[in-house]
Structures are given as structure tokens and as C-alpha cells.
């Protein structure tokens, strides 16, 4: 299960980064899925660019989804994809990817995030 926390701040109120350029957050250290589910909201995001705010049809639906599953099985930390859905919010709010995805390591992650 994903742990979700805020960005960490000093006692200046200034975001701090860790050694690794992240913005450091209140958990001790990011889980393994934490981090992955950053990485591939990042990435999805970039790749989905143009189209993000369109509305979907069966036509669209079907490129967008493979644009998705292209980007997700390109990271080594994933080894397939379980499900998949994606759903439009609204077209400002974009849309909410949900991806239960089998880790190299066997873990099955519910990911969970919006572009």
C-alpha cells in the first residue's frame, strides 16, 4: 500500500531537497512504491502532454491507453500491467489513471494518480 505525506519544510517554510534533487517529504524515507508512482505520473504526463484536456471517444480512448501502457512497461521496476482504467475529471481537471501493476519483485501496487 502506498503511503501518502506532504512536502517537508524547514524552519523557514522553504521546501528542502534531498541529496537525489527530490523534494524531501514528512515520511522518513519514500517507499519503493511512492517513488515509482512519482516516476510514472511524471513520465505519463510528459507523453500524454498534447493530448491532456481532450475529450475521449472509443478512437482516442484506445491511442491514449496505449500510450499509457507503452510508458509504463518501459520502467525495469515494472514487470506488467494487472489492470487498467483511466477516467476524464473534467476538462480542466484532466484525467485519474488507476494501474495495478506486478513489480519485478512480485508485488502487485495499486497506483493511483491524476495528469
Known sequence: MVEY???SLDENFDLVVTRDGD????LEESSPSAE???DL???TANALDEQVG???DDVTRAAFEQVVRD???EDPRVRSIVSFDIEQLTDEDGYEIDL???QSSE???NIIFTI
Open 36 to 38: 515509482l508512482e512519482k
Open 107 to 109: 508485488l502487485v501496487e
Open 54 to 56: 481532450r475529450p475521449i
Open 5 to 7: 505525506s506532504s512536502p
Open 100 to 102: 495495478s501493476v506486478r
Open 41 to 43: 505520473a511524471y513520465v
Open 71 to 73: 510508458v509504463v512497461t
Open 23 to 26: 523534494i524531501k517529504t514528512t
